[in-house]
Nanobody, 120 residues
Framework: QVQLVESGGGLVQAGGSLRLSCAAS????????MGWYRQAPGKQRELVAD???????NYADSVKGRFTISRDNAKNTMYLQMNSLTPEDSAVYYC??????????????WGQGTQVTVSS
């Protein structure tokens, strides 16, 4: 089995920072693209940022210049450094990864989510 576990969410004041982590565990041969998504109440889940295995990154316009995505392939872990947070960033943040369990077995996996709340 493969599991993605997020951590690092919490309550922070506007202007503050948080660092999210996503650790993948289980029977993993290789992790390709990884990404962070978020979903606020009453809204659709949206892409925040994603990163290829080689480190190429992509950000939603709303977080460019404030958030930084990174990964450690040796640790099967991805991070999201979030700075200058605003109440509009409040949401459940989900980790996503495309994982190969073997050369012929792969799937898209989601974490359980971590709540980020930014107070004004």
């Amino acid at each position: 089995q493969v599991q993605l576990v997020e951590s690092g969410g919490g309550l922070v004041q506007a202007g503050g920072s948080l660092r999210l982590s996503c650790a993948a565990s289980g029977s993993i041969a290789r992790i390709n693209d990884m990404g962070w998504y978020r979903q606020a109440p009453g809204k659709q889940r949206e892409l925040v940022a994603d990163i290829t295995r080689g480190g190429n990154t992509n950000y939603a316009d709303s977080v460019k210049g404030r958030f930084t995505i990174s990964r450690d392939n040796a640790k099967n872990t991805m991070y999201l450094q979030m700075n200058s947070l605003t109440p509009e960033d409040s949401a459940v943040y989900y980790c996503n990864a495309y994982i190969f369990r073997s050369l012929t077995s792969s799937n898209n996996y989601w974490g359980q989510g971590t709540q980020v709340t930014v107070s004004s």
